[in-house]
């Protein structure tokens, strides 16, 4: 079993969909992450929260044993989201954002983290992936993620994060806005070719396509009745799929299908409440349970 290492943003969000609404609860890319992750293997979180962070995320955060111990409480406010969905959730509207100590940050990861050995690279500016992957000591797999605000206004920086890393993950947009490419499978080849090793397109309630040089996977999300908040799908995914690959230890082609399953496997349950009050209830028989039934999903037999 290897440790895994995020470093993003800890935040506090205030989201409204059709189905409710939820205000200041815990958010952010690192904690969805990390607590779906957690359910794999330890997990070392870095990111920033101000003075205001409540003591009872904090706990909640230590009760699913994640490492907090790069975690920095900085003098100011905690990073805040405020966003809504209609009744297409598979694209938010922000409402307000207010950075506050996260626009100020800057990573320094302690020793003992520097040789974590799997990486995930949250959705931050690309300038500091960079400087997060100087400081990392050789770490067999690094994931990064990405969004079309920095696609848009850091694209030179974000080429060279993506040309040092080994799995890329975007969604279907993004994956086009990137590859400059409206074919989403034309666009998968294209960013192949910038370096990585493989291309993860999350596709929300159309699943999850893998494209490397000499594999092509693909996935349907798994089908609910009840979906109230997606804020946090993609990372709980990312978590899932990071999670899985550190707890395995392996980073063959099985274990990376192995790996998108268990990915959408938690981004299934993140959506079924607001903040991360499902992944809170979440027992681990649940997520070996829905882990078997996407096989029953997909399976079908030839005709002979």
Do not use: C
Not at 24 to 31: I, P
Request: no cysteine.
């Amino acid at each position: 079993m290897g440790d895994l290492l995020v470093v993003g943003s800890v935040a506090l969000d205030s989201v409204k969909t059709p189905f409710g609404q939820a205000t200041e609860a815990l958010g952010g890319s690192a904690t969805y992450f990390s607590f779906a992750a957690s359910f794999f293997t330890t997990v070392r979180l870095v990111a920033t929260v101000g003075e205001d962070f409540p003591g009872e995320h904090l706990a909640l955060l230590k009760n699913r044993s994640v490492d907090l111990s790069g975690l920095q409480v900085s003098h100011g406010k905690t990073f805040r989201w405020v966003g809504e969905y209609g009744y297409d959730l598979n694209e938010a509207r922000t409402l307000d954002t207010q950075l506050n100590v996260f626009a100020d940050f800057k990573p320094s990861l302690p020793a003992p983290l520097r040789r974590t050995p799997f990486v995930f690279l949250a959705n931050i500016d690309p300038e500091l992936q960079l400087d997060v992957l100087r400081q990392m000591e050789r770490p067999r797999l690094v994931a990064l993620d990405t969004m079309n605000f920095w696609i848009d206004g850091r694209r030179q920086a974000l080429l060279k994060a993506v040309a040092e890393v080994d799995v890329l993950l975007v969604n279907d947009a993004e994956a086009r806005q990137l590859a400059r490419e409206p074919n989403l499978i034309k666009a998968a080849r294209t960013i192949l070719g910038f370096g990585p090793r493989a291309v993860v397109v999350k596709r929300g309630e159309y699943g999850t396509l893998m494209v490397s040089d000499d594999h092509f996977f693909f996935v349907p999300a798994y089908p609910l009745e009840s979906v109230f908040d997606p804020t946090g799908a993609g990372d709980s995914f990312a978590g899932g799929f990071m999670g899985y690959l550190a707890k395995r230890d392996d980073v063959g082609a099985d274990a990376i299908r192995r790996a998108i399953v268990y990915g959408s496997v938690m981004a299934s349950f993140a959506v079924e409440d607001f903040s991360l009050n499902r992944l809170v209830r979440l027992r681990p028989e649940e997520i070996r349970q829905r882990y078997e039934a996407f096989q029953d999903l997909v399976r079908f037999e030839l005709e002979p």
